[in-house]
């Protein structure tokens, strides 16, 4: 199924949704890669089926940005080997915030450099930092971590500089998708700071890896 470009705007910035065959964002020096779009489907019985996208990017640093839930563990050892990696190649691991359907794979990386919220952490070492304070976490001049709370309080987005896309923002639930309007406030801890880390992201990112959809551009009107 190709879903065609459909497009939102609200205020100073377009949301152009794009196809489900653009999941890969080269660059120098990083590449991004959406290895598993996430998804939210509601089901008859009240139930709804989701699961987080996984995004991997490759450069200097190996960095994989959300691990899907636990039901994704073949799936993410089958998609590193398709690319000739294994679990031991990943350098960094970021966990967007700690939802079940984000972080369900953390144990497949256990000498990963590991990023969940605000914990920073190399085995049972944890690091001080000062993303609590609101501060970046920069991994290196091309990829950096940033705050950006309001669906739990300790939420964070990766942010690619340089890809031939221009700026992405792996942005976990900070975006359910394309077109979360009428949705992302009803999933929220605090819709509030929520919007404000919104328009942040609209602002810097040139396209937005959303934690339940496609990818989509973010046009400046
Ligand atoms: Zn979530």
Known sequence: MTVPDRTVSSGL???VCLSETQ???PGLPYSVSVLKPGFCLPQSDGTFRADGTITLLTGPRTVLVDTGGPW???F???SLGDRGMGPGDINVVVGTHGHSDHVGNLNLFP???MIVG???SEGDRYRPNRLAEGHAFIIDEHVSVHPSPGHTGQDVSVQVRGTSAGTVLIAGDLFESSSDDNTWRNLSLNPA???VSRQNALQAANII???HGLPFRVVRN
Request: glycine share 4%; proline share 4%.
């Open 118 to 120: 605000h914990d920073v």
């Open 193 to 195: 700071v929520q919007e």
């Open 13 to 15: 910035y377009q949301r």
């Open 72 to 74: 994704d563990r073949d």
């Open 111 to 113: 000498s990963a450099l």
């Open 76 to 78: 993410l050892l089958q």
């Open 23 to 25: 999941l890969e964002f």
């Open 209 to 211: 890896i959303p934690g």
